[in-house]
C-alpha cells in the first residue's frame, strides 16, 4: 500500500489506485510525522488518486482540525489561540499609533502590516496544508467561500458607511472621487495604479495585496506539492516577489511610487509561509520557547521591531523595500513561534489588547475614514486619540452586529463538512503534538 510506494502520511497509508486509506495505524516518529505533514523532504501528500474516485477524508488520531463548531460550551466560533490574537492586536496598535500620529511613529503602520502579513502567510499555508493532507486537493470553491464570508460583509458595512458620509457631510471634499474609491475597495484593486484619488481608502491597498496573493498561493502549493518541489517553489516565488521588488525600483521615478503596488510587501506572506512549512527546522534553530533564553529573544524583537517604528515614513527608500520589509517580516516569525504556545495570555494586563486582535479586521477597516475625518493630519491633540476611541466603537459595533452572527452561519455551514480545518485549528493541534 501506501509505505511500499513510499507515500506514507502520518496515521494512514495512501494507495496509488485507491487514494487514501482510513485508519491504518503504523509506527511514526513527531519529527516524521512534520516533515511529512509539511510536505518538505519530497514527501508526498495524497494526490495521486484515481480520477473515477473521490477519494474520503480521513480520520486518523493524528487528525489536527476539530470543528470550528463543534461544541456549543466551548467558543462558538472555534478552537482560538489567544497568543495569535494578541500578535493581531499588538500589530493592529502599531497601524493605528501610526494613523493617529503619522509624525511620530512614521514606520509603525508598515512594521504593522508586516507583522499582519507575515501571520497570515502562516497561518493560510497551514490551512491549505491541511486540505492537501486530508483531501489530496484544494478545495478552491470552499476556501474562497469561507474568505468571501469573512472578508466581504464588514468590507461592504464599510463602503456603506463611506458613501453615507461622503454624499452627506462630505469632510474632505472627495465626493467627486467616491464611486472610483468604492469600486478599487469592492473588487481589491486598490494597490494598482488605477488614477483614484479617493484617499478615505488609501488604506485598502493592504487588503487588496492579501487577496490578489491568495489567487495565485494555493496552485503554487497544490502544483508544488503534486510535482515534490514544494520548498522550491516557495523559494521560487520568494526569489519572483524580491526580483519585482528591484524591477519597480528601477522603472519608478521615486521609491515611493511602488509602496502599494502587489509585490512591494507580499514577500512577507512567503516568509509566513516557508516558516510554516519550515517549522520544525526553525524550531530546531530557536530556543524551547518558554525558556529563558526564548523570552530574551522576543524581547529583543519587540525592542528592534518597536524601534524600527519610531523611524521616519520609509516609503521613499528604495533599502526599506528591499531590506526592511523582509527583515520585519523574519523577526515577526519568531513572535509568531512564541505567540502559538500561548493557548490562553498569561496575565490579564493583555486583555485590552487581545480584544483589540478579535476585531482587528473592522478596526483596520474603519481606523484611517475615521482619523482621516477628524483631521489627525492638521490637528495633533484631540482627533487623535478621538480616532482610536471611535474606531474601537465602530469595530465592536461590525463584531457583534455582522462579523459574529456572519462567523456562526460560516460555521454551521462548514459543520456540514466531514472534516473542517481552521488556521488556528491547526496551529493548535500541532503544537499539542508537540
Known amino acids: 500500500m501506501g509505505r511500499r510506494h513510499g507515500l506514507g502520511l502520518p496515521g494512514y497509508d495512501v494507495c496509488r489506485r485507491c487514494g487514501p486509506l482510513r485508519d491504518v495505524p503504523r509506527p511514526s516518529s513527531p519529527d516524521r510525522d512534520l516533515r511529512e505533514d509539511l510536505g518538505y523532504d519530497d514527501v508526498a501528500l495524497p494526490l495521486l488518486r484515481s480520477p473515477r474516485r473521490r477519494a474520503a477524508p480521513l480520520t486518523s488520531t493524528h487528525e489536527t482540525e476539530p470543528s470550528l463548531a463543534s461544541s456549543a460550551t466551548r467558543h462558538k466560533l472555534g478552537d482560538r489561540i489567544e497568543g495569535l490574537d494578541l500578535l493581531r492586536g499588538f500589530a493592529l496598535a502599531l497601524v493605528l499609533v501610526h494613523h493617529s500620529w503619522i509624525t511620530f511613529f512614521g514606520a509603525g503602520g508598515i512594521v504593522g502590516v508586516l507583522i499582519f502579513f507575515t501571520l497570515s502567510g502562516y497561518l493560510i499555508t497551514g490551512l491549505?496544508?491541511?486540505?492537501?493532507?486530508?483531501?489530496?486537493?484544494?478545495?478552491?470553491?470552499?476556501?474562497?467561500?469561507?474568505r468571501a464570508l469573512r472578508?466581504?460583509?464588514?468590507?461592504?458595512?464599510?463602503?456603506?458607511?463611506?458613501?453615507?458620509?461622503?454624499?452627506?457631510?462630505d469632510p474632505r471634499n472627495e465626493r467627486d472621487a467616491l464611486l472610483g474609491g468604492v469600486l478599487v475597495s469592492a473588487f481589491y484593486v486598490a494597490n494598482l495604479p488605477l488614477g483614484v484619488d479617493f484617499f478615505t481608502v488609501v488604506h485598502m491597498w493592504t487588503l487588496s495585496t492579501e487577496e490578489q496573493f491568495y489567487l495565485v498561493w494555493p496552485v503554487v502549493l497544490a502544483v508544488g506539492v503534486r510535482l515534490r518541489i514544494l520548498k522550491w517553489m516557495v523559494a521560487l516565488a520568494g526569489l519572483a516577489i524580491m526580483g519585482m521588488v528591484f524591477l519597480t525600483l528601477q522603472v519608478a521615478n521615486i521609491p515611493a511610487e511602488i509602496y502599494p503596488l502587489p509585490s512591494s510587501w507580499s514577500v512577507a506572506m512567503v516568509v509566513g509561509a516557508g516558516a510554516r512549512l519550515g517549522q520544525e527546522r526553525i524550531a530546531r534553530l530557536l530556543p524551547a520557547p518558554g525558556g529563558v533564553a526564548f523570552r530574551l529573544l522576543q524581547l529583543v524583537v519587540l525592542a528592534v521591531l518597536l524601534g524600527m517604528c519610531l523611524l521616519p515614513l520609509p516609503d521613499n527608500h528604495a533599502i526599506s523595500y528591499t531590506v526592511g520589509g523582509p527583515l520585519v517580516s523574519a523577526l515577526s516569525v519568531?513572535?509568531?513561534?512564541?505567540?502559538?504556545?500561548?493557548?490562553?495570555?498569561?496575565?490579564?494586563?493583555?486583555r485590552p489588547l487581545l480584544a483589540l486582535g478579535k476585531v482587528s479586521y473592522a478596526a483596520y477597516l474603519w481606523n484611517w475614514p475615521i482619523a482621516f475625518w477628524l483631521g489627525v493630519d492638521t490637528n495633533h491633540t484631540v482627533a487623535p486619540v478621538l480616532a482610536i476611541v471611535l474606531t474601537f466603537a465602530a469595530a465592536a459595533v461590525s463584531w457583534w452586529v455582522v462579523e459574529r452572527p456572519i462567523a456562526l452561519w460560516r460555521a454551521r455551514m462548514n459543520e456540514r463538512d466531514p472534516r473542517h480545518v481552521t488556521p488556528e485549528t491547526v496551529v493548535s493541534a500541532e503544537s499539542r503534538r508537540g
Open 128 to 146: 491549505l496544508m491541511g486540505d492537501l493532507r486530508n483531501y489530496g486537493r484544494i478545495r478552491y470553491a470552499r476556501f474562497y467561500r469561507n
Open 151 to 169: 472578508l466581504l460583509p464588514a468590507l461592504y458595512v464599510l463602503l456603506a458607511g463611506l458613501v453615507l458620509v461622503t454624499l452627506t457631510i
Open 334 to 350: 519568531v513572535l509568531i513561534f512564541g505567540a502559538r504556545e500561548w493557548k490562553t495570555i498569561p496575565t490579564p494586563a493583555l
